[in-house]
């Protein structure tokens, strides 16, 4: 890709770049959010049509001028955006050939179609029947769909957009070895990752994205290509640190826990018999952090959602207490009264209005507040946006861009907004920088810090164990629903967690008794 130049109304989102991938190498793209990097692969699959930029493309030595995706397919050219393009109602290999089914005299030959779809599952490692419903297994499963969809292609050049931002470790690595794999079957791999030690794994070379311009590309075998030199092409400067400095709460000693969750269980919203939260008691104070971790479908994101007005599963029992004081949290509306806020893992589908401007989406939690006679006053709510625009550093023209035109990044400093603008006395953050570069990371790290700083309590779920390490005052484990333990930050290491998260679990912990593998005041004091 040469000279590459692309433009949206009021944005030059590519500015000169250039990108050459050599046959058969894995070629990794790094840069922070709103460097490019997705817009660029966008141009060369054809997502961005042939007339819509300026610069040339060539693939194997000849010029391309593709007009949609059909025509970079036809080339061997297949993009896996992020966002799986998966009907999660038809069969994996329904998936799999959409579009695209073998046919005899006109009519799909299913019997084709399954003995196909069974040869490329086994290709990529997945030990699923072809006809089994894509809704019917994990994300981990369905990004091997997407790549077994891609070689059904005739894929030459595989470009992966962030394939491991929404998979647990073990699916991570499950995802490199494919990829490692595929290079030795002749397949070029274009790979966008925020994760650098997956790129230090499976990338040959890794090109550099800065404010739309191409920085460097470096040889990742080579001793002087380390983490901080990569760090450095990103973000224009040396991060000293991953995490800020923590400025201590020094407000008023409360005696109460700022939020504490009793006994807390709730079952399936299918599966009545299954407790997908089962007897969880934990508490956290004002001016703390605390981490929840945990494996893929260890609980932690049911757990926050059935608190924040029941929003996933069935309320079985349990109590949460505000204060000293037992609070309802029976409907969202009811949890937001009682100043609890809730930063989903998903923005996209649950966090945002993508169609609506920044303005509209930061007042989404406080129309109440920006309204005179039931009528929101729009002044106020631009004036109010507008200063999160500023003390955020989100990174957009104005306040009337359409979120869904903004990088993860930039988004989820509007959800953050959002709720500190409902003014909350407790947040549970989700996965709050899944997706997200390096450098956006210490912004929003900077956020929480600032936060618990003023008195907030934080409830901190990652499947990141340094970011848990790095950020958190105590950190509680679950597996299968239930609390498995409790260590204070002086205490914690990646070994200590990973144990606690991999044990079967004990008996429900009672509000009595505390978690199993509490550690008492010393966890509360670190």
């Known amino acids: 890709m040469r000279s590459i130049v692309k433009t949206f109304p009021g944005v030059r989102a590519l500015s000169d770049v250039t990108l050459s991938v050599r046959r ?3 070629h990794a793209l790094c840069g922070e959010n709103g460097a490019g990097k997705s ?83 086994g290709r990529v490692g997945l030990d699923e029947h072809p006809e089994t419903r894509v809704a019917d297994i994990g994300v981990g499963k369905q990004q091997l769909v997407e790549i077994a969809k891609a070689l059904a292609k005739d894929v030459r050049l595989l470009i992966l957009d962030e394939p491991t931002a929404a998979l647990n470790d073990e699916d991570s690595a499950k995802l490199i070895r ?103 008691s934990l508490t956290v104070r004002r001016g703390e952090i605390v981490g929840i971790a945990g494996l893929m479908g260890a609980g932690r994101t049911e757990l926050a959602m059935s608190v924040f007005g029941r929003s996933y599963g069935r309320y079985a029992r349990g109590t949460v207490h505000k204060d000293g004081r037992e609070i309802r949290t029976r409907t969202v509306p009811e949890a937001v009264a009682n100043k609890i806020a809730y930063v989903t893992e998903d923005r996209k589908h649950y966090g945002l209005n993508l169609g609506d401007s920044i303005s509209r989406n930061i007042s989404l939690t406080s129309l109440g ?46 959800v953050l907004s959002k709720w500190i603008l409902a003014g909350p006395d407790v947040l549970i953050l989700d996965e709050p920088t ?8 210490f912004e929003i790290y900077t956020v929480i810090d600032r936060l618990a700083a003023e008195g907030k309590a934080i409830l901190f779920i990652s499947s990141e164990l340094p970011e848990l390490l790095g950020m958190c005052d ?35 912990a009672t509000a009595a008794t505390g978690a199993p593998g509490h550690t008492g005041d010393k966890g509360h004091q670190a």
């Open 178 to 280: 494919l990829i490692q794999g595929l290079r030795h079957q002749g397949i070029t791999s274009i790979i966008i990752s925020h994760k650098l030690n997956e790129i230090a794994q499976v990338a040959d070379s890794v090109t550099i994205l800065r404010d739309g311009r191409s920085i460097e590309t470096l040889d990742v075998r080579a001793p002087e290509t380390t983490e901080e030199r990569v760090i450095r092409g990103m973000v224009g400067r040396d991060l000293d640190s991953r995490f800020p400095d923590r400025t201590p709460y020094a407000g008023p000693a409360v005696a109460e826990p700022a939020l504490e969750i009793r006994d807390w269980t709730v079952h399936h919203p299918v599966d009545q018999h299954r407790k997908v939260v089962d007897g969880v």
């Open 369 to 414: 507040r920006l309204a005179r006679r039931g009528v929101v006053d729009e002044h106020e709510e631009r004036r109010v946006a507008e200063r999160y625009r500023r003390t955020m550093n989100i990174k957009a023209p104005h306040v009337f861009e359409k979120v869904g035109r903004l990088s993860g990044g930039n988004q989820q400093k509007v």
């Open 24 to 26: 058969g190498e894995v």
């Open 474 to 508: 105590r950190i509680y484990t679950m597996a299968a629903g239930r609390l498995t333990g409790e260590v204070g930050r002086a205490d914690a290491t990646q070994e200590v967690l990973m144990r606690h998260m991999t044990q079967t679990p004990s008996a429900p």
């Open 39 to 121: 817009t660029l692969v966008k141009v060369l699959s054809g997502v961005h049509p042939y007339g819509t930029y300026e610069g040339e493309i060539l693939f194997e030595g000849e010029p391309c001028r593709f007009r949609d995706i059909r025509a970079s397919e036809r080339r061997g050219i297949v993009i896996i955006h992020q966002e799986l393009a998966l009907v999660p109602q038809l069969s994996i290999a329904e998936n799999i050939f959409l579009g695209n089914e073998p046919s005899r005299r006109g009519v799909i030959d299913w019997r084709e179609a399954l003995r196909r779809a069974a040869e490329l599952l």
């Open 434 to 441: 899944r997706g997200i570069d390096i450098g956006a990371k």
